[in-house]
């Protein structure tokens, strides 16, 4: 007997939309088929489509910069949010503040998510690499299933001197790895926010004058560049324009391991949301920017230049960011319950993308690129029962509320969507029905990586030295 059996949905497998039942057991897919007999409890999802749940593999939670300040969700109102949303597995951060180590903060974040009921793994953050933490602390972690390093090229005191992004991609390639990179010029950010400062520009809107999109195009281009000299794949976080989708198209042509993420806030907010009184609100890094930058980048998106669609979800309140200067307000957007129905909407519903391509931008290849796939991201036999059912038609004014989250804002509060989730399962459990959470906290699975070929790196280097 089957424990849930969906019938009558349109079922977004990986080989297209098949109108099919659905067989779940032991939290498992076991079948696709017509006529399945019932199971212990039959879901009719007549009129409904039958999709992945959403893999968000970069979210900000619980994550404590070295000043004590952190992003203000917690794994358990992260995972009441994600839910709402129709995502079932994130991939968040573990923190490393200068002068110390990861081990410790490994512990620390396996016990903190483990509070939570999303299944989860970790990006570990690497701001110091100092040959104790590259050599013995970081193989530790990737023997626990940490198989994603992060690096930030911009960001007091987070980013890395050009030496230590290669100490990095060095480590990584040793250890079978991806890097994923926040792409940002420092110095050049550093100089344009004091000049700003200076000349009396503080308000919000100026945080988008101080890393125009040549600063995010120049560290894109250089990250590219140091990682085909190490012979490293990487994946580009975030990408907010054109010219920095262009280096990862440039890169992909080459033959390159180089990935390309970008957000829902990057086909939907500018940088004219930064100038209202609230704009404190759509602050993030890169910034959004001009409107007809939107186009480009789904035309980025259609390309396959960009292979992945994450929120970035960084959640503050609305006090967090107010009465500072624009560069002392802290970066970050909530999104993870706004992602799939911003990104359907403004994708499927408006016939920018296909079905097919959603779900692989928001599921599917975000679970191949951190090596989860094809447990999570695919309705197929074998992988876990992480289903969402999905009114194509409903039509829904975002408000922050319907967020769920910890925090009492969202950029996209007013916004109409059309395409909404009606239910979510996580491995075969119904975690959220019409809005409301039933998961029991501590019910997440923590998904420990094993060594996956996507990132191995390509065996070429110059001279063949180092290869
Ligand atoms: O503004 C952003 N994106 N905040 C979160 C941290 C990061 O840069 O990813
Ligand atoms: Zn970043
Ligand atoms: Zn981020």
Redesign the pocket.
Known sequence: MHDVVIRNGLVATGSGPIRCDVAVAGGRIVALGENIPDGERVIDATGLLVLPGGVDS?C?IEEQAPDGSRSEESFITASTTAFAGGTTTVVSFIPQWKGHGVWERFVDYRARAATGMLDHAFHQIITDPTEAVMEQEVPRIVAEGVRSLKVFLTYDPLHLTDAQYIRVLETARKLGCLVTV?CENYEAIQWRTQRLLAAGRTAPQYHAWSRPPVVEREATQRAIALAELVDQPIQV??VSCEEAAAEIAAAKARGLKVWGETCPQYVTLTAADMARPDGALFMCSPPPRGGDEHAKIWEMIRRGTLDVITS?H?AFSTAAKTGQDFSTIPN?IPGLAARLPLIFSEGVSKGRISLEQFCALVATNPAKLMGLYPRKGVIAPGSDADIVLWDRKKQVCLTNTMMQHAVDNTPYEGMEVTGWPVATLRRGEVVMQDGVVLAQPGSGQYLARSAYDLVLPRGVTADGFGA
Do not use: A, E, N
Request: aromatic share 12%; charged share 10%; hydrophobic share 10%.
């Open positions: 970069h900000h926040h976080f975030h970035d960084c970050g």
